[in-house]
């Protein structure tokens, strides 16, 4: 008789404490880990390693971090079905990030879009975390054996790195890492700044314009999407030159699951003060609820810290079986 034993694959992501979760953080991302829970094997992590490639105000950073776990909680991360832990608790990350730095080379980091972006913002801190990032998140990803890891487009090139290295270490030691697929969604996978649609919404922008957090008062949100950067044609359509109006569309989209002829017929003889209007007051009700979770959870610290430990503690005994398997290859006596 068949047995219904396939083993269920195992998806990975993480996200950085480096501010408040923004809307394209949520669509592009965290929407698509909640969905996954019940098909995969889940395992999350906020990337705080990460996150002091940039320099952090110690208070702030501090509370970035609950305010981060709180945020994906109320998301509906939910720890009896995956892991959910603080990368910094898991002691292996850093270690086979060292490793991998040893098999990663000066060219195909100094190529990374991201380094090249972050290092002109932050000309004044170009240090060697910010350029071997993405060793460390190949790092976080081939420790589990991951299968999916589902992150916005613009993480791309970094899953890209990932399996260039995966493919690298198994070529010389034989099958160490599995080699992950990215999960990237049809719809919400680059969403961009309301304020300079060309480029993308990040939670690290100086201008709060540009985009939403998670913790918006319904009255921001519908403000920030008045004000959003539009075009003169005054025509709800997709369409090249529209990039303004083509991100209003696909976050419209992404939250009400209407295909974009719909939603050009349902605004058809409108003008764009009522299409803002409607993205914003969809945006704040996709919001509510996960606003009000937070609140409850941001209360309960001892809750969070009860959930990290568990989860760490899982992850560190299976992540552990890699990294010694890793370093067993490469001739080192384990203790
Ligand atoms: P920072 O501004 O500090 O670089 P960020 O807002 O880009 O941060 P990350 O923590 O680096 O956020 O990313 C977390 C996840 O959110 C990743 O999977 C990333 O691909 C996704 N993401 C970030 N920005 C967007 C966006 N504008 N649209 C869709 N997905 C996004
Ligand atoms: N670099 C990612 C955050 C991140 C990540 C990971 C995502 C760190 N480690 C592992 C997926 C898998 C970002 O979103 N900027």
Not at 135 to 148: E, V
């Amino acid at each position: 008789m068949e047995q219904a034993t396939e083993r269920k694959k195992v998806v990975f992501s993480a996200i950085q404490p480096s501010g408040t979760v923004t809307l394209g953080n949520y669509l592009g991302a965290l929407k698509n880990w909640s969905a996954m829970q019940d098909e995969y094997n889940c395992i999350f992590a906020l990337a705080d390693l990460h996150t002091i490639t940039v320099r952090q105000e110690p208070a702030q950073f501090r509370k970035n971090i609950y305010e981060a776990y709180a945020t994906l909680l109320a998301c509906g991360i939910d720890v009896e079905k995956s892991l959910f832990f603080v990368q910094s608790h898991v002691n292996t990350h850093a270690q086979l990030a060292w490793v991998l730095n040893c098999y990663t080379q000066f060219g195909e980091l100094s190529r990374m879009t991201q380094f090249k972006d972050k290092s002109a913002k932050h000309a004044d801190n170009v240090n060697a975390g910010l350029f071997t990032y993405p060793t460390l998140m190949a790092a976080d990803i081939l420790l589990y054996q991951a299968d999916l890891v589902p992150v916005g487009a613009d993480q791309k090139q970094h899953l890209e790195i990932t399996r260039n290295i995966a493919e690298r270490f198994n070529g010389l030691y034989g099958n160490v890492f599995r080699v992950p697929e990215p999960y990237i969604a049809k719809s919400g996978a680059r969403v961009m700044s309301l304020q300079d649609p060309t480029k993308k919404m990040s939670k690290s922008d100086e201008n709060v314009n540009g985009f939403i957090t998670l913790n918006d008062a319904p009255e921001v949100i519908m403000k920030k999407f008045k004000r959003a950067v539009t075009d003169s044609d005054a025509c709800v359509k997709y369409g090249e030159g529209k990039d303004g109006i083509n991100n209003l569309m696909s976050i419209y989209s992404t939250i009400t699951g209407k295909t974009f002829e719909q939603i050009e017929l349902e605004f058809e003889g409108k003008g764009y003060g009522d299409f803002k209007t409607a993205v914003g007051e969809a945006v704040v009700e996709e919001l509510r609820p996960i606003k009000e979770r937070f609140d409850q959870y941001i209360k309960d610290k001892a809750y969070m810290q009860e959930c990290w430990t568990k989860s760490a503690e899982t992850a560190q005994r299976f992540s552990q079986r890699t990294l010694d398997k890793a370093m067993k290859k490469i001739g080192y006596v384990l203790k």
